[in-house]
Nanobody, 126 residues
Framework: QVQLVESGGGLVQAGGSLRLSCAASGRTFNTYTVGWFRQAPGLEREFVAAITWNGGSKTYADSTKGRFTISRDNAKNTVYLQMNSLKPEDTAVYYC???????????????????WGQGTQVTVSS
């Protein structure tokens, strides 16, 4: 069982930066792939980025590639999402999610994740 808690959201102007954190409970967190997703009002939850259990592989959505960086510190049971050059269209509730490292599903498949946090709001003003 893994429990996830996101933090770091807020209001920022376009072009600014935020760093989100996803803190996990559980001693086996280092066996989980972690993904970030986001959901804007009226839209489906979409994939943002994912990182494998040891940080050896990272995947990004085309819309975030080059601006967002995902990382993890397994000693702290935490995954981070550094978001730079933010745009108004990045406004959404951001969720982190976890799945066991053996899953062979696409990292962007939200139904493949077993554990989800409660989300943190990110608002980018123009």
């Amino acid at each position: 069982q893994v429990q996830l808690v996101e933090s770091g959201g807020g209001l920022v102007q376009a072009g600014g930066s935020l760093r989100l954190s996803c803190a996990a409970s559980g001693r086996t967190f280092n066996t989980y792939t972690v993904g970030w997703f986001r959901q804007a009002p009226g839209l489906e939850r979409e994939f943002v980025a994912a990182i494998t259990w040891n940080g050896g592989s990272k995947t990004y959505a085309d819309s975030t590639k080059g601006r967002f960086t995902i990382s993890r510190d397994n000693a702290k049971n935490t995954v981070y999402l550094q978001m730079n050059s933010l745009k108004p269209e990045d406004t959404a509730v951001y969720y982190c999610a976890a799945r066991y490292y053996t899953s062979g599903d696409s990292y962007s498949a939200r139904n493949s994740y077993d554990y989800w946090g409660q989300g943190t709001q990110v608002t980018v003003s123009s």
